[in-house]
């Protein structure tokens, strides 16, 4: 059977080296790479980079027409429709103020899910990392949401709070007032932040862990033989190592958040009003929802969120940087 | 002589092939439309020796999101069954060069007729065949009442007095809504017409939010406030998403509730004998008693390689037995003005759903022209999209009123323009 292998795998190997001994004679070594690169290049051209100049293309244009020779260019007045202001801060100064609604969604709605989630990420993974029983059980049930679908988890969590839902009707049992936990603009959003970060905290959980292990345990050995309490033993060794790793875990749940979408279209359809539109969700209904659609600032606001997360991650990888420098 | 033969059943093949014409006919339902009518193009098929018609069941969803696409690059089926006239009257193929009574037509289906000529079409195209007329209007739990002991408001009772006594039925009843209209400004257009809106201006551009939609809106404001209006349909969602209450109405927990004929089918089966239920039909205002008209049709695109089979099927569709046999069996509203008229003969249906497609029936000739003309207009959906979207920052206290109305003003002028 091995014999077999090989002789298919030599086979194969002579089929593709008398060409690419060819290639390499005419281009030379160094343009060689280029051949080798040029299957990646047309997958990220294709799939990436064509799709991103487009974007550009459509946020340059106006109208309702989906080819590109039909719409009229206008430059950058949908970035100045959406940029038009009185006050940054007060969305009902500016003129699309469903846009900035949703910009002030989002930063509140990462700000404290991304917080919250690395916070409490890393108080899981501090327990789980200890040696507690049922501690390969409490690891799975921690990273079970993760499997599921956002839809399942927004179906799952409407479930649990509508008017007639699970966690109504616990409380009416309990003799308390009922609540319309997803009608209320302040509830719904605190709801939105609970179930993300329910959902995607096992995912997190499960880096730190990694994190927490790769800690050489003869570090924390000398500590305790020093006598160095827990909680200093947390603030002088843990964290500082495993910061490298924290920083990944922000990156990653900062971008997730801001493309947070569509858990929370399931659950609150970006109701009551728009205190849980978030902006994917701007983006989507202006482009697509609403008739006519409008392709051209859907576009102008999606490359504005771009921006901000192409910033915000530079951002990041230089703090990055700067620690490995440092370290 | 055998290759004669060969050139010449060849020569049979391709003169065979280039007549065969394969019509792909791309059908939503809301109940068993597509069905009847596949089941009606056998008898076109033997009428019309090498026409056949392909019937593509699709969800709505595909209507509305992927035929527009697939239309703007040229490609698509030869026919569709749609609701947005307006938003695809450029794709649609004008029938009347390829029909043999153009007048027939236009004699049946007049005022349906005027949804499609919109922008660059014809003003006496014939585009579309509606084959489910809709009107919006109210049903009511007729149990709920009668528990309650209250009595049901008369036909051409006002939104005031439904609204009076949809709350003494809820307070005796202890069911959780009052009233519900579902979450559409096709929906509020409505009652916000019989409060006295003109929608439009004088150059006929909607939309206009004067002292008659300033009226409504306040007093819909002033319903979720006081808890007569279902707060969970409007306020359970945000921009424009379309939302309904027909799953409270069956579950008994709604006393009144606003929406149209499309949803008889679905009572009549799901509610069934559980309690008795009535259409109530238009609602008064202060102004009107009018109601919105809607509803489905079929039309030929003008990218099809074969606009005379087209045009012979939509005169097939509009044929006045066609139509009769097939609403027969949909249980929809006909367009058709002499099944109108006469009635069509509803097989196998509770008396609650022949009551209710009569009292529906029977409104749809008091419609206001507004009615009829925001249905026809090129850019309802700028209309229907953005109210509920502004209304509910109104109810749930994002903007007041009057921003939320300012705010709904220029969104359908941004959006109008956006389209043009």
């Keep these: 059977m091995a014999a077999l292998v090989r002789a298919l795998y030599e086979g194969a190997f002579n089929l593709f080296e008398k060409p690419m001994q060819m290639l390499q004679y005419s281009l030379g070594a160094h343009r060689m790479a280029w051949v080798f690169l040029l299957p990646n290049l047309l997958i990220f051209g294709l799939f990436t980079y064509l799709p991103i100049m487009l974007n550009v293309w459509y946020a340059s244009t106006s109208g309702d027409r989906i080819l590109l020779g039909d719409r009229d260019w206008v430059g950058t007045a949908n970035f100045a429709t959406l940029l038009d202001c009185g006050s940054y801060l007060d969305p009902n100064t500016c003129r699309r103020d469903l846009f900035w609604r949703a910009v002030h969604n989002t930063g509140w709605f990462v700000v404290l899910q991304v917080g919250f989630m690395i916070l409490l990420s890393l108080i899981a993974a501090l327990i789980l990392n200890r040696n507690i029983p049922l501690k390969g059980f409490f690891r799975a049930v921690f990273f079970y949401p993760v499997l599921l679908s956002p839809v399942v988890v927004a179906l799952i969590w409407k479930w649990i709070l509508q008017r007639n839902g699970v966690l109504n009707a616990g409380m009416d049992w309990a003799g308390m007032d009922t609540v319309n936990w997803l009608l209320d603009p302040s509830w719904a959003f605190f709801w939105i932040v609970f179930v993300s970060i329910w959902a995607n905290m096992g995912f997190y959980v499960l880096i730190l862990l990694a994190g927490l292990q790769a800690i050489p345990g003869d570090v924390y050995e000398a500590a305790e033989m020093d006598g160095t309490p827990a909680w200093r033993q947390l603030f002088r060794i843990t964290l500082p190592l495993l910061t490298p790793t924290l920083l990944v875990v922000m990156v990653l749940s900062l971008i997730r958040a801001v493309q947070a979408f569509d858990e929370i279209y399931v659950l609150t359809g970006g109701g009551p009003g728009s205190a849980t539109t978030l902006l994917i969700q701007y983006i989507y209904d202006v482009g697509f929802a609403t008739r006519p659609r409008q392709f051209g600032l859907a576009a102008a606001a999606s490359l504005l969120m771009a921006g901000v997360l192409l910033v915000l991650t530079l951002l990041q990888l230089a703090a990055t940087r700067k620690r490995a420098e440092e370290g | ?420």
Excluded at chain 2, 21 to 37: H, I, P, S, T, V
Excluded at chain 2, 47 to 54: H, L, Q, R, S
Excluded at chain 2, 119 to 126: C, E, S, Y
Excluded at chain 2, 148 to 177: C, H, K, L, Q, Y
């Design chain 2, 1 to 420: 002589m055998r290759k004669t033969i060969a050139v010449s059943a060849l020569a049979l093949m391709t003169a065979g092939a280039s007549q065969a014409q394969e019509l792909r006919f791309m059908c939503y339902q809301d109940g068993n439309e597509c069905d009847a009518w596949a089941a009606a193009f056998q008898t076109f098929e033997a009428e019309n020796d090498g026409i056949t018609v392909v019937v593509d069941v699709v969800p709505y969803q595909a209507i509305i999101e992927s035929l527009p696409i697939q239309l703007e690059v040229g490609e698509g089926p030869d026919l569709a069954r749609v609701t947005d006239y307006g938003g695809l009257a450029r794709f649609m193929l004008d029938v009347r060069p390829h029909v043999s009574d153009p007048d027939m037509i236009e004699a049946r289906y007049g005022p349906s007729l005027a949804w499609a000529r919109v922008g660059d079409n014809a003003p006496d195209g014939i585009y579309n065949i509606v084959d489910q007329l809709t009107a919006t209007g109210g049903f009511a739990n007729a149990t709920l009442f009668e528990q309650a002991g209250v009595d049901m408001p008369a036909p051409g009772s006002s939104w005031a007095e439904w609204a009076d006594a949809s709350r003494a039925v809820r307070d005796a009843t202890g069911i959780d809504f009052a009233m519900a209209i579902d979450r559409t400004g096709h929906r509020f257009a409505a009652p916000a017409m019989s409060f006295g809106a003109a929608l439009f201006n004088e150059d006929g551009e909607a939309l206009v939010i004067d002292d008659g939609f300033r009226n409504f809106s306040e007093q819909f404001v002033a319903w979720h406030e006081d808890g007569t209006m279902a707060r969970d349909v409007w306020a359970g969602a945000g921009g424009g998403t379309y939302q309904d209450a027909a799953g409270e109405f069956i579950n008994a927990n709604l006393a009144m509730y606003y929406s149209g004929s499309w949803q008889i089918g679905r009572f009549g089966r799901d509610i069934g004998d559980a309690f008795d239920w009535v259409a109530t039909g238009s609602v008064c205002g202060p102004e009107a008693c009018t109601g919105m008209p809607g509803g489905a049709g079929i039309v030929g695109l003008n990218h099809t390689e074969h606009p005379e089979a087209v045009g012979k099927l939509m005169e097939f569709v509009a044929r006045d037995d066609v139509q009769a046999q097939v609403l027969a069996q949909t249980r929809n509203l006909p367009a058709n003005a002499e099944l109108q008229a006469n009635g069509i003969d509803y097989q196998d249906v509770t008396p609650e759903v022949a009551a209710a497609l009569t009292a529906f029936a029977a409104s749809v000739p008091n419609f206001s022209e507004t009615a009829y003309a925001l249905q026809g207009y090129q850019f309802n959906r700028a209309v229907y999209t953005n109210i509920p979207a502004r209304l509910t920052q109104a109810i749930v206290g994002e903007l007041t009123l009057s921003e939320a109305l300012d705010r709904l003003e220029q969104d359908v002028a941004d959006a109008i323009a956006e389209a043009r």
